[in-house]
């Protein structure tokens, strides 16, 4: 059985060894800067003809694996036993590894004069460097080329990502649309948040969306559109995008359908009568192709990776086909870098 001391030992070692001491760390790169720090780390500073010399107390590397021993366990972890090793020299300061019974091996810091001890520190130089790997897009994998290609874009209705996915490629899909259709279908969850009837349609949490039931109303009015008056679907979740909200979109639709030419008594009655037909074709779909979140383009079932204006919807098209139509010719504006953000 663990004791309550124990457990503040081990609550003690948590709070010092695995979370990093930002603080102690900040002070410390502070005082590199003061005049007594100077001091410390210069052996001599030259002023025109004149010459200072320093000398400061040093600790050797066993000196100072002893000296963190004695600190760390008897004064932070109330007598525990605890084993240093691998002292390295690294460059103004110490680093060593300590060891705690049952807690893990931790790398932690001491000053050269003994003066400070830093439970852990930060290693700027590389994590600049991996957060500059991590920035770099990741590279594009090549669109297979067929005579008749096909292009499978997964949303969300009320995602800001899917949402500029939507307005970037219908110009391209209005300017190819006699030689390939993008078929819009719907990012579907299950057992999403807290369920039915606030994010799911059904009470067996089949059918839900991360915007809440309002936006899964949607995808099913959207996909209604698409299947008795797909000439009409682009102007329509377009014209969306500017009315409406997840908040109101319930009400909100109409004013969108009268707008653009879209059946509303049409569109009501396949709500009605094919929500839940239409959304378990959306969750195959999910599940065929992976999908995770929105938006996903998928050209000749190759996940697209590049930017969302129209000129890079367009490039992206064009590139499937073995022979381009003379349309892929038409330019539809700039092409941008690689867009980030999506809803998943």
């Not at 109409?254 to 959304?279: D, F, P, R």
Request: charged share 25%; hydrophobic share 30%.
């Amino acid at each position: 059985m663990i004791t309550k001391k124990e457990k503040n030992k081990k609550f003690k070692i948590t709070k010092i060894f695995k979370k990093a001491s930002l603080k102690f760390l900040l002070i410390f790169i502070a005082g590199l800067f003061t005049v007594p720090a100077i001091a410390y780390f210069a052996k001599e500073i030259k002023i025109g003809h004149l010459a200072f010399s320093f000398t400061k107390n040093r600790l050797s590397q066993n000196e100072a694996a002893q000296k963190s021993q004695d600190f760390i366990g008897q004064t932070i972890l109330d007598g525990q036993d605890v084993k240093i090793s691998d002292v390295k020299d690294e460059g103004n300061i110490l680093s060593f590894k300590i060891e705690v019974p049952d807690q893990g091996t931790f790398t932690s810091y001491i000053t050269k004069d003994g003066r400070f001890i830093f439970p852990s520190g930060y290693d700027l130089p590389k994590i600049q460097a991996e957060q500059e790997k991590q920035a770099q897009p990741s590279p594009a994998t090549a669109i297979p080329q067929s005579d008749q290609p096909t292009a499978l874009l997964f949303i969300m209705s009320f995602c800001p990502y899917g949402n500029q996915a939507e307005e970037g490629i219908a110009p391209a899909v209005s300017l190819l649309k006699e030689n390939i259709t993008v078929e819009p279908h719907y990012v579907i969850y299950s057992d999403y948040a807290s369920g039915y009837p606030d994010y799911c349609l059904d009470k067996e949490n089949k059918y839900c969306s991360m915007h809440g039931v309002s936006e899964v109303n949607q995808d099913v009015r959207e996909l209604c559109v698409y299947k008795y008056q797909p000439e009409k679907y682009w102007q329509f979740i377009q014209q969306i995008n500017k009315d409406c909200t997840a908040e109101n979109v319930d009400t909100c639709w109409t004013k969108s359908a009268k707008t653009t030419g879209v059946n509303t008594n049409k569109i009501s009655q396949c709500q009605k009568a094919e929500a839940y037909s239409l959304l378990a074709k959306e969750v195959d779909l999910n599940k065929k192709y992976n999908v995770q979140g929105s938006p996903d383009l998928l050209i000749n079932e190759t996940q697209y990776q590049g930017g969302r204006n129209p000129e890079d919807y367009k490039n992206a098209l064009c590139s499937a086909f073995s022979s381009k139509p003379e349309e892929c010719t038409t330019v539809l504006g700039e092409t941008t870098n690689n867009a980030s953000g999506s809803c998943n």
